[in-house]
């Protein structure tokens, strides 16, 4: 949870576009998010409050698909993780215009290094940010899902219990780039990316209780 009291100076529209590393919390508090949209507690509320996978706040809860499940195999899980709005891309001379709509946007700005463009990518690295998360002391794996129109890096992400009296979720980000070939491009320049397109797989072992758990929420 942010520790800063956030003043009427502090609120500014154009924040995406000046944030290449500030956290999540950071940027939508300054983004005219309200707090009630932006709360942990809020997004538990009822349904998710004994879930092993939560909402980070009632935005997600809301707009964002709980990760769908790909597959148990014995003791390992395999989530994935879905956009929830269109994403437009245009390539120009002087570089990618790219916009999504929501309010909390789906991924911001990168200021992360890369030695080499991956092949079939458009230039320029950005982040999503992770609206559903597994509530439980747990290192998980981030891949690449089939048939996506974003390329992934993949990562270790380690998912920490979150205390009961969490306001608010500072949640971390996956780094990738847009694909300049597939199916959401409509010619050479322009592309768009449909709601439920796969963002990341979450890839993790669980115990005999966190399978049954999960088992339970996909019922």
């Not at 500014?12 to 500030?22: H, P, Q, V």
């Not at 001379?93 to 911001?108: A, C, K, M, S, T």
Request: some cysteine; overall charge negative.
């Amino acid at each position: 949870m942010s520790n800063e009291t956030i003043t009427p100076l502090d609120l500014d529209f154009n924040i995406w576009y000046k944030s290449k590393s500030e956290s999540f919390l950071y940027i939508n508090e300054r983004s005219r998010v309200a707090y009630r949209w932006l709360s942990y507690q809020e997004g538990i509320k009822d349904k998710y409050k004994d879930s092993i996978i939560k909402p980070i706040n009632l935005y997600a809860k809301n707009l964002y698909q709980k990760p769908n499940l790909v597959s148990i195999n014995n003791n390992e899980i395999i989530l994935q993780q879905t956009n929830h709005a269109e994403i437009f891309l245009l390539q120009k001379e002087d570089g990618l215009y790219n916009i999504d709509r929501p309010w909390i946007r789906q991924y911001y700005l990168s200021d992360k290094q890369y030695l080499e463009l991956p092949q079939d990518c458009f230039d320029g690295m950005f982040r999503f940010y992770m609206p559903w998360i597994i509530d439980e002391d747990i290192e998980a794996s981030i891949e690449q899902p089939e048939d996506s129109p974003f390329f992934i890096y993949p990562g270790i992400m380690n998912f920490k219990k979150i205390p009961e009296t969490t306001k608010m979720i500072e949640t971390d980000f996956v780094y990738f780039h847009f694909k300049n070939k597939g199916n959401h491009m409509i010619d050479q320049e322009f592309g768009k990316i449909p709601r439920f397109s796969p963002m990341y797989n979450i890839r993790f072992v669980a115990s005999d209780i966190m399978v049954e758990r999960v088992r339970k929420l996909y019922e």
